[in-house]
């Protein structure tokens, strides 16, 4: 059977990274053909994840959604907004 493993953003070496991979191992070992993807990977966290683990190909990266991006955006947005009226605030109580 072909499957896809998901991850949604591999940046840590943590618990759910490291059920990837033994789902991975465990998958491959039952006979699957078995892919991984990633919207995001870093380097130095797949290393340490897969320190102990031979043979796991990188995952794909398919990138981040076009929302991700945009949200991003609107969270720098609402921080220049409230650091503006922040400094707005305390000129106008000093005047």
């Known amino acids: 059977m072909r499957i896809a493993l998901v991850h949604v953003a591999f940046f840590v070496a943590g618990g759910a990274e490291r059920l990837f991979l033994e789902m991975y191992r465990a998958l491959k070992d039952l006979g699957h053909e ?26 794909a990266i398919l990138g981040e959604p076009a929302v991700s991006g945009l949200l991003h955006k609107i969270q720098l947005l609402r921080a220049l907004l409230a650091t503006s009226y922040l400094i707005l605030r305390e000129t106008c109580q000093k005047a």
């Open 34 to 59: 078995v892919n991984l993807y990633t919207a995001y990977f870093d380097e130095k966290a797949w290393e340490t994840a897969t320190s102990d683990m031979s043979n796991i190909p990188k995952p």
